[in-house]
């Protein structure tokens, strides 16, 4: 069975201090992974996905297989950064998408 | 475009009833998924349907059904609610069913089950 474990319930960081949300998988397959974002009053929508390789509003994930890991690392953080941050995983050929159980960023001004 | 649309808002139901949400997809989408998500918790995977068929499925019992349409509008029917059943309900929609496609999600169907 395939898992998404984000240990981070709440993650405060100061202005301008960098970033990581941590998440780890397992999953016997090779997975595609994603990290989406709900901002306050707004709806779920992707942040970025590790097949694109792109940066997203200064945010980047890699995936680590040998860790089976893909945290997301932002090097200054920024006020409008606070939201709520789900890691996901989709197996299998069809969009089968576990996510994480979230984990809440709050930027201190 | 107003992308993904669910119907009702918020829905009250008791245990036992039968509840039927909708979701309309963003426009060119042809794929539909639902999420059960709790309080406090993240989405889970409901299932997925393509082309008017169930592609994929998580670990809910049959009382959860679905049916996507022509239009490819989907529905989502829970028959002998439970109180567990009680979540917010997201719709997600995409274009093409491969897994790294990119989900667009709705605002979600808060039911209430007393």
């Known amino acids: 069975a395939q898992r998404v474990t984000q240990p981070e319930k709440l993650l405060s960081v100061f202005k301008g201090a960098p970033v990581e949300l941590k998440c780890n998988y397992s999953?016997?397959?090779?997975?595609?992974l994603f990290w989406y974002v709900q901002y306050s009053r707004q709806r779920l929508q992707l942040l970025l996905r590790h097949i694109s390789r792109e940066s997203i509003k200064g945010f980047t994930a890699d995936l680590n297989k040998g860790e089976t890991s893909f945290h997301l690392k932002k090097p200054f953080a920024q006020e409008e950064d606070s939201a709520m941050y789900y890691c996901a995983l989709a197996s299998g050929g069809y969009q089968k998408v576990t996510f994480g159980t979230g984990t809440k960023l709050q930027v201190i001004p | 475009d107003a992308g993904v649309t669910q119907s009702p808002t918020h829905l009250i139901k008791t245990r036992g009833q039968q509840v039927t949400l909708r979701c309309s997809p963003k426009s060119g989408h042809d794929t539909v998924s639902w999420y059960q998500q709790a309080l406090g918790q993240g989405p889970q995977f409901i299932f997925q349907?393509?082309?008017?068929?169930?592609?994929q499925r998580g670990n809910f019992p049959d009382r959860f059904s679905g049916h996507q349409f022509p239009n490819y509008s989907s529905e989502l029917n829970v028959n002998a609610l439970l109180l567990g059943d009680s979540a917010l309900y997201l719709c997600a929609s995409s274009l093409g069913w491969e897994r790294s496609n990119e989900q667009f999600f709705g605002p979600g169907t808060r039911l209430t089950v007393l």
């Open positions: 999953y016997s397959g090779s997975p595609e």
């Open positions: 349907y393509y082309e008017e068929e169930e592609r």
